[in-house]
């Protein structure tokens, strides 16, 4: 079970993947057609905290934005293949990080899958818990 994930190819590192992928024309798109200004500079809250509850949000923007490792982004994906195993990915109808169509065509075409809808954003553990923990049960 993979969240809102960027489905590396094996050999592909994590800067290589948003280019190859087209993740700013597929983000421009939907921003368009979201009536959001696609040139606009991306701050936390347009792209990960727009659903949350006010008092959620503003926990989150005191705690901060944390440190990303650069390891993901600078080394390949080491594996050979995707591993055979049982995968699913949700995808978040809300999430202007990773929008909707953009992460239905990428597990179509990265991982031969379907992903599964869910409503929140692209933090949908935050935005919507209960469905998602629903869905995590079922």
């Known amino acids: 079970m993979v969240l809102a994930p960027m489905i590396p190819l094996p050999g592909e590192t994590g800067s290589q993947w948003w280019e190859r992928t087209g993740h700013a024309e597929a983000r421009r798109t939907a921003d ?3 009536g959001r200004d696609p040139d606009a500079e991306a701050d936390l809250e347009t792209l ?3 659903d949350l509850p006010p ?3 503003e926990a989150a923007l005191l705690h901060g934005e944390c440190d990303q490792a650069s390891t993901p982004f600078d080394q390949p994906w080491p594996a050979p293949a995707w591993p055979d ?3 699913r990915v949700v995808a978040f109808r809300h999430d202007r990080v990773f929008p909707l169509e953009f992460q239905r065509r990428l597990s179509r075409d990265r991982l031969g899958i379907v992903a599964d809808q869910l409503d929140g954003s692209h933090v949908g553990i935050l935005s919507n818990a209960v469905e998602l923990t629903r869905y995590l049960v079922r």
Do not use: G, K, Q
Request: glycine share 0%; aromatic share 8%.
């Open 48 to 50: 990960f905290l727009h």
């Open 85 to 87: 195993v049982p995968t």
């Open 32 to 34: 368009l057609r979201a």
């Open 55 to 57: 008092a959620l949000a």
